[in-house]
């Protein structure tokens, strides 16, 4: 079975700094691998994914995630935070098969102070 | 972005009341989803269908129900509201593996925000 695990509900970093964002995932069939961002009072919108291709993946804003098999991790970076990068971020795993189904994180409030 | 509309947008109702939220998707999109959000547990499946009339539960889907008659639309149903009920729930969509369009990506509506009282 798939699950995700994020490390740190809430994460505060000052602008201009390294953002860290932690995901761990468990999966029995190779993983496809995403990274949503929610701010407030909106839906979801996709950062990035890892489909079995690179394993350093760009995405948008500025962000990127590395794909580590052997440490069944998908951190989120970015190497400069600016104030607009505060909101809910979440990771989630595909689980396989042809619906698509995703496993969410709980996901990790990122706060960058001025 | 991915044309998808959920409404209504915001509720409050009573308990043991019923509530129908509707989402609506312009994509033709094969996969529809209904998810809750709650602080703590991200986001969690319902109920999701992969075709018209066809559908399936997911790992929280006892007091809902969902239908779908048309591709279009997906509505999620819960039968008597509970207080515990109170979410914001979320609908997303993603197109058929094997179809020109596919991609892996699940996209995401607006949401919509149930107080029950």
């Known amino acids: 079975a798939q699950s995700v695990t994020q490390l740190g509900s809430h994460v505060s970093v000052s602008e201009g700094a390294l953002v860290l964002l932690r995901c761990n995932y468990s999966?029995?069939?190779?993983?496809?691998l995403f990274w949503y961002v929610q701010y407030p009072n909106q839906g979801l919108q996709l950062l990035l994914k890892y489909t079995s291709a690179a394993t350093l993946v760009k995405g948008i804003n500025g962000f990127e995630a590395e794909f580590k098999k052997s440490e069944t991790s998908f951190h989120l970076t970015k190497p400069s935070a600016h104030m607009s990068d505060a909101a809910e971020y979440f990771c989630a795993v595909r689980t396989g098969g042809a619906t698509n189904k995703l496993i969410f994180g709980t996901g990790t409030l990122l706060a960058v102070q001025p | 972005d991915a044309g998808i509309t959920q409404s209504p947008r915001h509720k409050v109702t009573e308990t043991g009341t019923p509530v129908t939220l509707r989402c609506h998707q312009t994509?033709?999109?094969?996969?529809m989803y209904w998810y809750r959000q709650d602080p703590g547990h991200g986001l969690r499946l319902i109920h999701y269908?992969?075709?018209?009339?066809?559908?399936d539960k997911g790992e929280v889907s006892d007091g809902y129900s969902v239908s779908r008659s048309k591709t279009e639309d997906f509505l999620l149903t819960l039968e008597s509201a509970t207080s515990s009920q109170t979410s914001v729930y979320f609908c997303?969509?993603?197109?058929?593996?094997?179809?020109?369009?596919?991609?892996?990506?699940?996209?995401f509506g607006p949401g919509t925000r149930l107080l029950v009282l």
């Open positions: 997303a969509i993603s197109a058929e593996a094997g179809k020109k369009e596919f991609e892996e990506t699940q996209y």
């Open positions: 999966s029995s069939v190779p993983p496809y």
């Open positions: 994509e033709n999109h094969r996969y």
């Open positions: 269908s992969y075709g018209v009339k066809d559908t």
